[in-house]
């Protein structure tokens, strides 16, 4: 298959079913594996977990620490307690992370990975799959550092991974106290705001190095359909203070 024809492909299942098609392993992936070993990664909070897609990548690159994973949503986290079984290193909890203890209402979406408790900015519709929610669903939420003691080790070396739909920064707000033991932090930024008050990639990376961490590594991850603008990208960040 010459070079067109796969980009063609990978447009046409991008568009038609919000599946980003990639080579595996990308170089972004690659970097992953080494920056777990070189921060001695043994603990991993996956937050926004789905059905575990995330842990089940990171088992495949080798690492066999352990994964903490959460997700709000009752189907979904149904699917990623039967994934997490496989596993004895792999933990689940139903509940959302937020800056507040108490409980929310998320927005459903027929691409479960899509829903989010933010509304989403009606210019989206059309440009990101699937982005329309169908129901709503009342969730439990706990800031982070009001469970970070119960759930870690002072000895711990720890990875935080969110990917929420633009919740990410509520999240961060709500482990404020905890940031100071973590050592990498991997999440997903828009370049422009998709969800209604997310905080979009610039502002992200300047809250970021305030608390000590430094971009390290990025991957693009959504483009527009038509225009091919970058809108969504991965990044990892490292605590070098």
Known sequence: MNKDTLVKLQRFINKTFGIHVRKYPTSFLNAKKIYLEQEKINVILDVGANTGQFAQETFGIGYNKKIISFEPLTSTFKELSQNAKKYDNWETFKFALGDFDGTSEINVSPLSPSSSILPFVKDMIGVVPDLNYTTKENIEVKKLDSIFNQLIEDTSNVFLK??????EKPILDGAIQSL????MIQLEM?????????LTMFDMVSFLEGQGFKLWSLEPTFYHPTTYQLLQLDAIFLRIA
Not at 190 to 198: A, M, N, V
């Open 162 to 167: 969110i990917d929420t739909q633009g919740f």
């Open 180 to 183: 100071s033991n973590i050592k």
């Open 190 to 198: 828009s370049l422009i705001e998709i969800y209604q008050g997310e």
